[in-house]
């Protein structure tokens, strides 16, 4: 577990500030989107008071020794799908729009065989947070003078099978039960789901709502391509949108809202 408190000054008052989880992109699959990942990519760079956390699995990092490992589905060496995650990255690292990288459960099994933790040395090279495999993130929102209510995420890489979008909710709403904050965010089973759910409690002597967010935070790995075997394909996985979610939050009304970007 991480923490990360951050603070964040508005370039313009008007502005939400947008948060857009980057993860389980699988570099070096021949199932990866990489044109709608630099999209993607790009829209954060190009967007005013927009930032990135990445959700882990930026690399496919699937070694010889794994049974899911094929040498025409699985090109690349792992080191250079690390190279190239990181030059696609660097852009926003140095405009400081990256909060901070979670790793995933792919990075996770390269370190666990070979003492190499790909996440950290993307993090030391990009000069950006290592949020390890969860963390909590606070972020404080200003413009000038003037400070908005500190909204509080817990993301993690998660951990599930990749059943149906039932079961990744119940997922992450035992997440809620664990763990406070505005935001809970997961990757990992590739879909994109926001389950807003209202709470109430008292303040004083009124009945006031507070809303969390539940976020699957979705994938850039295509399911089936014509002309690719997958491991997906022979375990027959449920096709899913590929994409990614952009939260919008707005410091002076404590209101989040969310659209897809796919």
Known sequence: MEILIKEIKLKNKKNPLKIVPVGDIHFGN???????????????????????????????????????FEQDNHPFAVQDQMYQIMEWFRPLAEKGKIL???????????RKMTSWDLTNVMCSNLNVPYLGYSAFIRLSISHKQVHGYPFIIYATHGVSSAGKAGSTLNRLLTMGEKFDADILMMGHTHKIIDYPQVKISLAKTKLVKRIQHFINTG???????????????RAQYQPLETGTIELKLYPATKQIVSRKLT
């Not at 990519?41 to 070694?63: F, H, K, R, W």
């Not at 901070?100 to 390269?110: D, I, M, P």
């Open 30 to 68: 021949k199932n990866c989107n990489i044109s709608l990942l630099k999209r993607t990519l790009q829209y954060i760079n190009d967007t005013e008071d927009c930032y990135m956390i990445g959700m882990g699995d930026y690399v496919e990092a699937i070694l010889a020794q794994d049974h899911r």
């Open 219 to 233: 994938s850039f790995l295509e399911t089936y391509i014509n002309g690719t075997i997958s491991y997906a394909e």
């Open 100 to 110: 901070g990288l979670l790793t995933g459960n792919h990075e996770e099994k390269v």
